[in-house]
Structure formats: C-alpha cells, structure tokens
C-alpha cells in the first residue's frame, strides 16, 4: 500500500508481478493510513490468487465499451477488504458485538448508546476506539454501511430508490440521495445507471 503522493519506487529480487490501482474517494487517505500502520507495505499470507482474479475482473471491466463502475467498486473493496482481513480480525475484536449489530440491524435506527452497550464501554470511549481501530466514528461506520448495502440493492434488484431508501435504514430518499452522492460523487439513480 503506497501514497501516491510521496515519491517511491518498487522492484523485486526475483522474477515477479506487480498488479496495482489507484483509488481515491473520501474514506480512501484514512483506510490506507489504516493499512499501513498495521502492515507497512508488505503482505504476507494472504490469498494471492484471490487478488489476481479481483484484478483481472477490474482490468477486463475497465476495458469494455461500456465500464460497469458498481462492478468495479465491488472488486475493488474485495480486494481492501482481503489486505485488511487479519488486521480488522484482531483489531475489532472489542469492536465485534458492535459490528456484527450493525450488519443485523442497519435497515433500524441505532444509537450510540445501544452500540455502546454492546461492546460494554461508555460512548465516548466507543467513539473514540472506532476512532483509532477503524478512523470513523460508530455513526460514520454506519452511515458507510448502509451506503455499501445500497449499492448492492441499487444494482441487484428493481426496488424504487424510496424503498431502497427505506430497506437501508435512511429515514427519508432526499437524505438517502445526499449521503449517497456525498459519498460517491453520483445519485443513486446514476450510480444504477452505471451498472445496468
């Protein structure tokens, strides 16, 4: 995981490979810094063949007349998702009734004081341990969440943005629209348009 923005170079000893990406996006500068201070640049025992397919998904998506961004998006975040799996499994340990509550109960409202309640610690002291483990805070990681299951609602079934809206845990579509564009630069409508 390198900054583009600070000069480097890259190589190996033996014969090699490198496939790489560039990615941007609001949550994008943390979730490195994330990575990179829990692994530094290097890997090790991770499932390389699993990232050679996401790759190769991206590059043949990419090259069709037609760039089907949600498909991408989606290999994308397999891929951070496989660089961060050891660390997420160690550092959210604490985190984990709060996060596994979450992924069961977004399409509900959540306070901070139920989540706090689950992981046994105070708010603030939940709010500052998604700070330093996840560099978000508990509403940002579920705002993120539900903006992740819409996504997957936008592009896999024909419910109205309003429903999708509604099955996501947004208390209104207007709300929903911002968040998402916010977000993703583009409105739930474009975004589907896209990966149509």
């Known amino acids: 995981m390198l900054d583009c ?9 033996d014969s090699g490979e490198f496939l790489w990406f560039h990615f941007n996006g609001v949550a994008a500068r943390p979730y490195v810094e994330h990575l990179y201070e829990k692994n530094g640049i290097h890997y090790r025992g991770i499932n390389t063949e699993k990232l050679r397919l996401r790759f190769q998904e991206i590059i043949s998506a ?34 984990r009734p709060t996060l596994e509550y979450i992924a069961k109960h977004f399409d509900e409202p959540i306070s901070i004081e139920e989540l706090a309640a689950l992981s046994l610690m105070s708010p603030s002291n939940l709010i500052r341990y998604f700070r330093r483990c996840l560099d978000v805070t508990p509403h940002e990681y579920l705002l993120l969440y ?8 936008l592009v896999s079934t024909t419910e109205s943005i309003e429903r999708i809206a509604e099955l996501c845990g947004f208390n209104s579509a207007s709300h929903f629209a911002r968040a998402f564009k916010k977000e993703n630069l583009m409105t739930p409508k474009e975004f589907r348009s896209i990966g149509i």
């Open 146 to 153: 539900r903006l992740k299951q819409s996504k997957r609602l």
């Open 62 to 95: 990419a090259a069709k007349p037609v760039v089907n961004e949600p498909g991408i998006s989606h290999n994308i975040d397999g891929i951070l998702t496989v660089l961060a799996a050891e660390t997420v499994v160690t550092v959210n340990e604490f985190l």
């Open 5 to 13: 923005h600070e000069p480097h170079i890259y190589g190996c000893n």
